[in-house]
């Protein structure tokens, strides 16, 4: 596929409006061929317009139809996947390998969310029959579904440069929703944006929809941003970024004059608790595999185990220890950015700032803008004292907390702000302590993990990617997992609707063999 | 019950710490004993400390006894209904015998959440059971549920003094989430607030639970409102009203340094469309019909049918006709407030100012604060000019729009802000052309009915209370029917439990007879 820089509204490909930029080369910070054009208002005025036209037709498309769309573009992704994980690579300084099963995996949520249309589960249909004959008096026959929001803006991130980007689970749980979706590329990996958009483009064209299903975006940030949130056509949005980035989307979408629903993916600690016993029998483990984990995608990982918590006893020395030696492994890597490196940089020199002794580095980077592997630690007291000690630093670094006590413990949980996920690591007679800390995690996370550390993150049924605040806007919706999908669905009743009238998910006959809701007990299709 | 006219905070009555007012009897304007309470940010903060302290037991009280708890307020809320409805009455100018059917039917809605909350089917559980063996890597055992949000604010509406009240849906669907309630009382019925809720106090103290899962607060209007929903440890606000009113609660608590999720319920003019073959075979009936429906509760409700459209033809002039008639026979009565009162007649006011014609009025009002029963008319190039005139004027006018064509009601039907409803006349031969305009309407509504008025409205498993804003704040939840359970829930994921530290729920061997999500396959307990 040749680069061609353009814009997609629609079909179309589009050329720069409101100036171009170049991609970096994030190792080198040397910019990369070709001009990459830049839309302004006109251009999401364009694509939200036909978003608009097209969202009678493809929201009302049959399930087959739609999940049949939804494997075509798993398809032509799996198809690109060398060149695109090339492309991706030099845009962004991760490995090629790992961008290439990045790829093969998000064309399996593609697939997957193809079988959730399929399935049609997620319509939600429901049932309460007529009661004619009712006292005191009769019910009318009602039926529920649900039905697509409308069109939907997603921002790409930067730091999963498919999964979290154009082709990645936003756009398929949008797309799987029946909501047309106009994408906000990254302008970190703009190439990479350009070969996933012009894929999703083509199996628009390919499957015989309406051109606005899908359009590409690129322009200068703050500008752009603001163009597509206060577009009035636009019903909802995603962002997956900093906390920064994705409040200020989000404050100003809800002073629209119509606000509209923002779900936004944005810190994440994810505290790691070792009880005493694990600590006594896999400290050393424990600190290894943490480290690990926490070095994927250079840190860059909104899942990464930023801070590992545990009470100064038996193990405790053996998990630092191992942690250190990881840590002194860990050679410093390309950042996704000079911009994010520089802030990198600024952070892990604010932690020390703030009282966090540095205990181990990697290798000192070679290329300026390489992050360096970092471990930190602090006493249970200064991380309850320091707030900005909770807080993420996005990248390598790691912070251990040295606990005197199990109340400590407990106290040091309380004190953090919504998390995406936290981690307990215990042994059988550490059930009793882990019964106590459980309710104060559930409360602040999203998901919790006991005894493991997950790379990558499975999308499944039961996968939850949310919570609550600031690790999201909205703990209720997820981002990953099958059920993301309810982010863009709303419900509506059909009352004493004649047969014919009603939509196929709900007629008597149920043609499309649905799980449906029936007198509030669930009918088997 | 003598009424006191205390707050109710937790298991404690306050007096007042801000003042006090007294009821107002609508009909005359004047004073019904006893004072009541107003209380300050003291008070805010007192309950919902206590909320949040209840907040770990309540949530995670075993199904069997939150349902227990939930039939026990129904029980207690029929027990008082004649009491409740009388001063409710007095209060409100509404017929005692309605608000004793409200009495009644929103105790049945409590034994309905009863029954969602022991079907357990709201904690959506999921099982993605582990694969040790899978290719590339193995996966970890999933599992999911949801759980309850947090400490509930809930701000009593006016018009429905016991069914969107203290003791009303909002309070039975937040409570049957497990989430504890602050409940902001309305200023219009302070004694029917404190009767629903010392009913709800007595039945926590007897249910033996933590006194803070609910309290009834009562403030000058905007003070208090600011207090609830700044309040820290607010995680979650439903409001149903005006729109300046939502809309202030709800932007307000967008610009918290955490923003909560607000589900407001605002404005709504639920317009019928009546299809030409229906028309000709039964305007007379249409005509009197809607207009008893839009009658009722002298024309303060939220699916009031308050726009009559149709294109002028066989059967327009015996739906207009039925229309006056009806019109003229509905008398005037007291509403709700005296504010209220004033709000329509400017608001009634302002139909003509914009150039809607009266033909028709009920008998002149006797008493100064009585609603008049009004009939405006329009054309629809009249509708479509001027956008005040396809807004919401609470109280007893309807407005009559003669259409050109069908292609004139297409374009109206495209021109309303989102709905609460819509409802569709139409004969067998009126199919093709309701085609055409049911797609319209579901992109604006929240529920569609056809052939039909409904009085009083459903709650059960398929009923839809929601809307596309202005209806709402949030058309992806509903705030009537057994789903309204959802606005206060959010997912949370258990990897890689030992099965003893896993929610009851969750466990391998389903004790409480749960259906689940199994592999993406539903299974049947």
């Not at 923002?262 to 006594?280: D, I, R």
């Not at 909205?474 to 014919?500: C, H, K, W």
Request: with cysteine; aromatic share 6%.
């Amino acid at each position: 596929m040749t680069l061609t820089g353009e814009l997609l509204i629609g079909a179309a490909r589009v050329p720069a409006t409101a100036g171009t930029m170049t991609a970096l080369n994030p190792a080198t910070n040397e910019p990369i061929e070709p001009e990459f054009a830049f839309g302004g208002a006109a251009e999401v005025d364009c694509a939200l317009r036909l978003a608009d036209e097209a969202f009678d037709s493809y929201s009302h498309t049959d399930l087959a139809e739609r999940a049949a769309f939804l494997d075509l573009i798993a398809e032509k992704l799996e198809a690109v996947k060398e060149e695109l994980a090339a492309r991706t690579s030099l845009e962004t300084g991760l490995p090629a390998a790992q961008l290439e099963s990045e790829a093969v995996r998000t064309a399996g949520v593609f697939r997957k969310f193809a079988t959730v249309v399929r399935q049609g589960r997620f319509l939600q249909t429901a049932i309460d029959p007529a009661q004619p004959d009712r006292r005191p008096g009769p019910r009318m026959d009602h039926r529920m579904q649900k039905v697509a929001l409308g069109p939907v803006v997603i921002f790409g991130a930067s730091n999963f440069p498919i999964s979290y980007s154009v082709a990645g689970g936003d756009t398929a749980s949008a797309l799987a929703a029946g909501c047309p979706v106009v994408l906000k590329a990254h302008n970190a990996h703009p190439g990479a944006s350009e070969i996933q958009g012009r894929v999703i483009q083509q199996a628009v064209a390919e499957a015989g929809l309406h051109e606005g299903v899908f359009s590409l975006i690129r322009g200068a940030d703050n500008e752009i941003g603001e163009a597509l949130v206060d577009h009035p056509l636009v019903r909802a949005v995603t962002f997956t970024g900093s906390e920064g980035g994705g409040m200020a989307l989000y404050r100003r979408a809800q002073q629209r004059p119509d606000p509209i629903p923002v779900f936004t993916e944005m810190t994440s600690v994810n505290p790691t608790f070792v009880l005493p016993a694990a600590l006594a029998a896999r400290g050393a483990e424990i600190g290894g595999g943490l480290v690990q984990r926490a070095m994927y995608n250079v840190g860059q990982a909104c899942l990464k185990p930023a801070i590992l918590l545990a009470v100064d006893g038996p193990g405790f020395q053996e998990m630092r220890d191992a942690a250190r030696a990881e840590v002194e492994k860990v050679a410093a890597r390309t950042m996704l950015t000079p911009g994010i490196h520089d802030a990198y940089t600024r952070n892990a020199q604010r932690m020390q700032e703030r009282g966090a002794t540095r205990i181990a580095a990697g290798p000192a980077p070679i290329r300026a803008w390489d992050g360096q592997s970092l471990l930190y630690e602090v006493t249970g007291e200064q991380l309850l004292a320091e707030p900005t000690l909770r807080e993420e630093v996005f990248g390598p670094a790691i912070l251990l907390v040295r606990l005197t006590g199990l109340e400590q413990l407990h106290e040091a949980a309380r004190a953090f702000r919504g998390q995406l996920s936290a981690t307990v690591h215990a042994e059988e007679s550490d059930h009793a302590a882990a019964e106590w800390l459980l309710p104060i995690l559930e409360r602040r996370t999203g998901r919790i993990v006991i005894n493991a550390f997950s790379i990558p993150q499975e999308v499944t049924y039961a996968s939850v990617h949310t919570g609550p605040f600031p690790a999201t806007s909205d703990s209720r919706f997820t981002s990953v997992g099958m059920s993301a999908i309810e982010r863009f669905l709303r419900p509506v009743a059909y009352q004493n609707f004649p047969d014919e009238l009603l939509p196929e998910s709900l007629r008597e006959a149920n043609l499309l063999h649905l799980w449906r809701l029936v007198d509030g007990e669930l009918s088997r299709p």
